[in-house]
Every structure is written in C-alpha cells, then in structure tokens.
C-alpha cells in the first residue's frame, strides 16, 4: 500500500490529538487525546519501517524490518506504564477537588 | 685607581636605597638614625661623583647600557646611562648641594613627628634619586622617568603638611601645570621616535647633524621640548606653580624649587644642544621668554612681602636669564649660572629658612627687621647671597651673570635691546634681593615682644651648610673667570665637548665697559634700596603699579578667569547634561527598558497549563518551519 495514505492518517490523528489536548478541560479526555498523539507517532514509525524494509540491503539481514515494530511494542509497554501513572493523578486529583476540569491545574502558578 | 665609572649606578642607587629604608621602616626608624641614612646615602652618592668627576676630566665617559627596557619590533631601547662632562658636573651639583640639604634639614625639621620625619627624609631620597635618573640617562626616555620623578617628589614635598588645604591646593597646582609641561616634553620624545626609531642622544644628534630631520620636525621637537622645560623650569606661562610651592618645607624650596629640579629644563636644553642650535626660531622663543620672565618675576619680586615669596620670583627671574643665555646660543654661561645659583639661592633659602626657624613659622618680612644682631651668622651668609646673586664682582654671580649679559650683548641685529632689558632686570634683583635684606635683617625688631625674646641663632647642622655655601658663593665663580679678566674660563674648557658655546666673543675692551656699567648701576640700586629700607617702618597701603606688582601682575585671577573657570564651567556643563542626561540616562534608559520588557513578559507565565501547551505547540510549529524552509 502507498506510504502516503499512512501519513494522511498518522497526520491526522496527530492533529486530532493536538486540538484535543488545546480545547478540552476535561482532564481524562486530554490524556486520551494525549495517547491518541502518541500512537500516531507509532503508526508512522511502523509504516516507515515497513516501507525502508524494502531496500536490499536490509533484506540480507535475519531480522529485517522488525527493528522498528519491536520498538514500537516497547512504547506500547512504557506507554501502559505512564497512563497508570497519569490516571492516578488524575484520580488524586479528583479525591481533592471532585473535578477533573483541567483548570484546577492551575493552580501550579503558586 | 679602577675605573670609577663601572660603579657609576651606585650614584643613583644609594638614594633608592635610602628611599626604602626610610619609606619602608618609617614606623621603626628613630629620627637621628633616618636623618643619618637620609644623608649618608646622598654623602656617598657625592663621593662616588667627586671620583667620576675626576676620571670625566681626565677624559673618561661612559655610555652604557643595563639592560632591555622597551624591546619591541621597531623600537630598541635599553636603560642607558650617559655620563660625560655634562650631566657628571650636574651629578656634582646635585649631590652635593643635596648633601647639604639633607644635613640641613635634619635640624630644620627636628620637631616633627619620627614617622613624618623618616618620610620627610625618604621623599627627600627619592627626589635625589629622580633627579640623578634624569641627568644620567642615556636616552629620552629615562630621562623622561626621572623628569616625571622629580614632578611627583615635588608635589608629594609640596603637600608634605597636608593638613592645610591650601598647601595641598599649592601641591596640586605645581602637579598639574608640571604635567602640561611634561606633555610636551612626551609628543617630542614620540615625534623623534617616529622620525627616527631611536631616542638615543648620541644616535639622535648625529641624526641631527645628518639633516635626517627636516626643518619643521627640528622646530616642532624643540618648541615641545622647550614646552617641557617652561612647565619644569618655571618659565612663562608655566611659572606660577613655583610661588606657591613655597608651601613646602624651606629645605625642599632650597633643593627641589631652587637648586636642582627646576634645573632641569635647562640642563634638556644643554644636553639637547645640538637639536636647538639647529632651529632659529626656537632659540628666538627661548629668548624672548626668557627674557620675559626675566623681567617680569624680577618686578613681582620687588613688591612681596613673604620671605619664601621674595626669593621664589627670584629663582624665576634667574631660570629666566638661564634661558636667555640658552636662547642666544650661550649654553655655557647657561651651565655656569645653573651652577653658581645652585650654591647663592641654596645659601638664601636655607638662610630664610633659618630665619623662619627663629621666627617660629614667621614668613611675612614685616613683621622682622633687626635680625643682624640676633642671628649674626645667618645674616652673613644670606649678605654674601645677596651679594654673589646682585653680581657684584669677585662673587660668583659676578661671573656667570656678566658672561649671560655679555652673550646677549654680542647677539647680532637686536642684542643691544635684549642687554638693555637683561641689564634693567638685574639691577631689579639687586634692588629687591637688598630690599629683603635690609628689611630682615637691618633697623629694629617689629613682631611681638614674645618672637623677640625667643630670637636664637639655628643650630650647627643648619649654619654649617649656611657657611659652606657661601663659601661657595664666593669661589665657585672662579671656575669661569673670562679672557677678558685674565682666566681661561676652565668650565668652558671643560664643557667643551659636549657644549660648543655659539656666543659671539666681544671685544675684550667692550667687555671691560659692560662689566664696569653693570658693576656701577649694580651698586647704585643696592644704595638706593639701602637709603630706602635701611629703617623700614612699614609703608602703607600700596597704590597704582605698586598694587599690580602686589597682587603679582593678577596673572594668577587671569589664569583663573582665562582658563580655570570656563573649563570648570565647561566641565560643569558635561556634567549636568552629558553625563546626567546623555550618558546616565541611556544607561538608565536600557535598566528601565529591560525591567518594562520582563514585567510584561512575566504576565505570559499564568500558571495556565493551555497557554503553556498552546505555546508549545506554537514553538513545535515554529521549528518546524525554520527547519522546512532554512
């Protein structure tokens, strides 16, 4: 398949996940969107590897065009470990002040 | 004997030594054992000079180089002694008159505080240390150092009682008119290093002989130099530090502001005599300042009534006929007025400063009158001063002043004016040096009854000097007696080849007749004051020309109107709107911008975790595009 239609929709999800992240106040749907941005960045690593794996000389290795998607697992694996991290905060956060409207962050200025 | 001229640098070195002794354990030092390093180390300075005097006039010299002192690319210059007949004659003077000094002033100064005393003393050794760096070296530029010391030992001596303001007003003065001199004397040090590469007499003579210098350069080197001279040599429109710098201690009037260092102008000049026979017009300017001021300290003279004062205009006037004799090509009696006015106005400074001594601190001539009877040693010495400096013959201002008067008489086209004003200006010196005396010493005592009763001769250290130096007076004329009185004038022999006197030689039968008029009118004014002063009472408030003389000209009130003023206005103006509102306020300006600038830029830090994203991304954006589009 063409490289292309994977960059239109890595593009895309990134972006969705830029604009949820700038417009959303609710914090859970921000982290969403945040995971969503990072799993764009994933697909793309993914295809890339997929389209370089092509190239002749990497087709004399043993373990061509996998470099890529085992580091991709890897993300995946920490990536479980920050969202744990990430909803126990946001639960902390709900336990002190019953919201989990990001502008209660604010109030990090102080 | 070995060759004496190999430990030529102990001259200089003792005096640094004793310097640094005295500075240095100023705290530790009792005051006879500062007195006796002070003067011990000028003592042996003296006798190593006695020793190079004779091998000089035995025909040595010595050029010689210690060591590297500027070395870059295209200039060499090492530090370089010269001694030859010149500067080993001057090595005389100033040692010996210094010598005297010294022992002088460790009776003069004897109430002072030990630690002042041991500073007093290492001040003292340093000057003599300058003032031999000055006229040993072999090249400008040490000359230059010991030209700046001498100016730096002045003032520090100046100001030695810096306690009153107006003696360090006085100090600050002589500093700073010494350094507008001194500028001179540096542009014509670079303008021979940039015609030449060198600042070596020997190498800058010649070159000068050579023609290697054009006509301008000759002129524009020499009337800097000569600039130098007038602020050192206290010479018009430089002079009026010298007045003031009586403030000092009466032994440093007598060695710094009469014998030595205010020499040293014309000593440059002499030394550099090859560079100014070259421009007429340059010796045209020494001459007619010289006469100028000549006359013009000699007709102040005559009006003051401090006793420092008096003798103060007179070393002006006399530096004056110095630069005369320079001016009209006659080194010679230049050197030999240096020379024997070294010995005569030492002799009367020290004398005024044993009469202030007895005075207790007492300057204004007024208040004296009738000292003879009291201090009868004093006065003696201080006649004979008066006498040698009047030129009366057979002492030895005779001499050197006749042989000036004489040069200047032989000068072709104007020589006739110059010795008719020359001639007029020493009968004013006879007339107020004898005003001074009479004043002083002769008719009845007119201070408090209590400065009466405390009246005393000075101890030995100061009336022995007193005794040697007229003494000196008396004979060191006889060193340059003229062909014409049947001498053979030793000092021109022995000065011969570094001084090729330009003087016109005269006839001896005119000489005769200039002597016996100078001699006769001489004589004449010192009656006159006599018969005027002979029982002074005082005289009432001066009027008309008297007052102009008083007030000294108000060349003083004009300095300050001419110069002083608009520049401190001037300096004012800068002040108040340059610095304030120019440099201050862009100084300012850029505090405040920055400060402005931060306030608002804090207001972007807003704790609003959005905002912080949103610029973020913005950021992420923007290297994005520098990347795309760079």
Redesign the interface.
């Known amino acids: 398949m063409d490289i292309k239609a994977y960059l239109v929709l890595s593009l895309t999800l990134f972006t969705i996940g830029i604009i949820g992240v700038l417009v959303r106040r609710n914090a859970i749907l921000v982290f969403m969107c945040i995971e969503l941005m990072l799993n764009a960045v994933n697909l793309l690593m993914v295809a890339f590897s997929k389209m370089h794996a092509v190239s002749p000389v990497m087709k004399a290795s043993a373990t061509y065009a996998s470099d890529a998607q085992i580091f991709v697992f890897f993300i995946m694996v920490v990536a479980a470990a920050e969202v744990s991290v990430g909803l126990a905060i946001i639960v902390m956060l709900y336990r002190n002040t019953h919201s989990v409207d990001i502008n209660f962050l604010n109030r990090l200025k102080n | 004997m070995s060759n004496i001229l190999e430990f030529v640098w102990l001259i200089p070195v003792l005096p640094l030594i004793g310097f640094l002794i005295n500075g240095l354990g100023r705290n530790n030092l009792s005051k006879g054992l500062s007195g006796i390093i002070g003067s011990g180390v000028v003592l042996a300075s003296f006798i190593i000079s006695v020793l190079v005097f004779v091998q000089v006039k035995s025909g040595g010299s010595l050029d010689n180089s210690y060591f590297d002192f500027i070395n870059i690319s295209s200039l060499q210059l090492g530090f370089e002694f010269k001694v030859d007949v010149l500067s080993s004659l001057f090595l005389l003077i100033i040692t010996g008159v210094g010598f005297l000094i010294h022992v002088y002033s460790t009776a003069y100064m004897h109430d002072e505080p030990a630690k002042d005393f041991a500073k007093y003393f290492s001040y003292l050794n340093l000057f003599v240390f300058s003032m031999l760096l000055l006229v040993m070296g072999g090249n400008f530029v040490i000359m230059f150092i010991g030209w700046e010391g001498v100016g730096l030992c002045s003032y520090l001596l100046i100001g030695y009682w810096y306690k009153k303001e107006e003696n360090t007003d006085a100090a600050n003065k002589a500093f700073v008119m010494n350094r507008i001199g001194d500028l001179g004397f540096l542009l014509a040090v670079f303008w021979i290093i940039a015609k030449i590469g060198s600042v070596n007499y020997d190498v800058v003579f010649s070159a000068a002989s050579l023609a290697k210098f054009s006509a301008t350069d000759i002129t524009g080197i020499t009337l800097l130099l000569f600039v130098g001279a007038t602020g050192k040599s206290a010479q018009i429109p430089l002079y009026t530090w010298l007045p003031d710098a009586m403030a000092g201690p009466t032994p440093v009037s007598a060695l710094i502001h009469a014998a030595t260092m205010v020499t040293a102008g014309i000593y440059m000049i002499a030394r550099s005599n090859a560079l100014f026979s070259l421009s007429e017009f340059t010796m045209t300017v020494i001459t007619i300042i010289g006469l100028a001021t000549a006359l013009l300290a000699a007709s102040i003279a005559i009006r003051q009534n401090d006793i420092k004062k008096v003798l103060a205009y007179s070393t002006v006037s006399q530096l004056g006929f110095m630069f005369l004799a320079l001016g009209t090509g006659n080194y010679v009696a230049a050197v030999f007025h240096v020379l024997t006015h070294a010995f005569f106005k030492a002799l009367m400074f020290l004398g005024s400063g044993s009469v202030i001594h007895a005075m207790g601190g007492e300057q204004d001539i007024r208040n004296m009158g009738g000292l003879h009877k009291h201090m009868k040693i004093t006065s003696v010495t201080f006649l004979i001063g008066c006498l040698a400096i009047s030129g009366i013959p057979g002492l030895s201002g005779f001499f050197s002043k006749d042989e000036i008067l004489a040069g200047a008489f032989g000068v072709h086209g104007y020589g006739k004016v110059i010795y008719a004003i020359a001639l007029f200006t020493a009968l004013l010196t006879a007339f107020y040096m004898f005003r001074l005396y009479f004043i002083t010493f002769t008719g009845k005592f007119r201070g408090t009854h209590e400065q009466e009763h405390h009246l005393h001769e000075s101890p030995a250290a100061m009336t022995i000097p007193l005794v040697i130096l007229a003494v000196l007076s008396i004979v060191g004329g006889y060193i340059g007696v003229p062909e014409a009185l049947g001498g053979n004038h030793a000092l021109a022999q022995y000065l011969s080849p570094v001084l090729k006197s330009a003087a016109h030689h005269l006839e001896h039968s005119t000489e005769y007749i200039l002597m016996a008029l100078s001699t006769i009118l001489v004589v004449a004014a010192i009656l006159f004051a006599w018969m005027k002063f002979k029982n002074y009472q005082g005289e009432g408030e001066a009027t008309g020309f008297g007052r102009l003389l008083q007030n000294k000209w108000y060349v003083d009130e004009i300095y300050t109107a001419v110069v002083t003023k608009p520049l401190a206005a001037l300096s004012g103006l800068l002040d108040r709107v340059v610095e304030k509102k120019g440099i201050d306020g862009f100084v300012n300006g850029v505090g405040r911008a920055v400060n402005y600038g931060s306030r608002q830029l804090r207001l972007v830090?807003?704790?609003?975790?959005?905002v912080y994203?949103?610029l973020m991304?913005i950021g992420m954006l923007v290297l994005f595009f520098i990347q795309l589009f760079a």
């Open positions: 830090q807003n704790g609003q975790v959005g994203v949103l991304v």
